[in-house]
């Protein structure tokens, strides 16, 4: 997914900050899926091609705000000026390890149920002392849980029963975004908090309660929230579309973010960006009727 990325400037920088932190990513970037899968490397894999990607976009695109999904959050806010890149990179590498370190629980996709139904069959699930809670409200009809192992098979188990069309486990080391993560948390809430911050160019809309936030000391409270709580994806793009923003730019590997903002609002246009030749392209489309 790093495919011609490794020559650009910003690159070099980064992987020069992964270095200094004991990551190799340019060699877990080159090595197989299984090297990429463990979340304290997949987190500044994937911040990496979005930072990348997003430096090579067009000048003067009318940007009206900017989120990213869970993670992608880091370099939603980095394109907004509030953290340097570097500084991003050492943030997310610390998130991936903290996260990496809370291994008990686990998450499964709750495919065609509302999500107040989810949200009851959690509480009713953990009736019986078990965790489990939302961690991503998606898309209408695609909801994530997240908690102990016994929770989500619980929950999973009662959302068979209530008409779900499929839950399917997500191979994930841990129960992110559940207050199984509060001591990870806890801990990473102090490195956020004693990070640089700069002024802002553009809102990002946050994960944890879907607000368009455009001053940067309003985030480290969030970004630390963020571990244990949904990512309210939903909110996040309708809160896109209330900025103004008629086209939304998927920036980084895959297009499943452009097929969920879809599925929220079916009037939106989407792109994506995953590699050079489409950031280069983008200013094409950006005018383009609609």
Do not use: K
Not at 42 to 67: I, N, Y
Not at 144 to 161: K, N, P, Y
């Amino acid at each position: 997914m790093a495919a011609g990325l490794f020559d650009r400037p910003l690159a070099t920088s980064l992987l020069e900050v992964a270095a200094a932190e004991g990551l190799d990513l340019a060699a877990s970037l080159r090595g197989t899926d299984d090297q990429l899968r463990p979340t304290q490397i997949a987190q500044p894999a994937l911040l990496f091609v979005e930072l990348v990607l997003a430096a090579a976009l067009p000048a003067g695109l009318d940007v009206v705000g900017v989120a990213g999904h869970s993670v992608g959050e880091y370099a939603a806010i980095t394109v907004a000026g509030a953290y340097s890149p570097e500084d991003a990179m050492r943030l997310v590498i610390r998130r991936g390890r903290e996260m990496a370190a809370m291994t008990d629980g686990t998450m499964a996709a709750v495919i065609g149920l509302d999500a107040d139904i989810v949200e009851a069959v959690c509480a009713e699930a953990r009736s019986g002392g078990d965790v489990v809670v939302v961690g991503n409200l998606n898309a209408p009809g695609q909801v994530v849980i997240s908690g102990t192992t016994a929770g989500v098979d619980r929950a999973s188990a009662m959302a068979t029963e209530r008409g779900a069309r499929r839950v399917i486990r997500l191979n994930v080391s841990g129960a992110f975004h559940s207050p199984l993560m509060a001591p990870a948390a806890a801990r990473f809430a102090a490195v956020i908090h004693a990070t640089p911050r700069w002024p802002m160019r553009v809102p990002v809309v946050c994960n944890v309660d879907g607000v368009a936030v455009d001053v940067a000391d309003e985030l480290p409270d969030r970004l630390a929230r963020q571990l244990e709580s949904p990512v309210r994806w939903i909110d996040c793009v309708s809160s896109l579309i209330g900025l103004g923003a008629d086209l939304l730019v998927e920036v980084g590997p895959g297009s499943v973010l452009s097929g969920l903002a879809r599925r929220i609002d079916p009037q939106v246009r989407t792109a994506t960006v995953n590699d050079l030749d489409a950031a280069g392209s983008l200013a094409a489309l950006w005018t383009a009727p609609a």
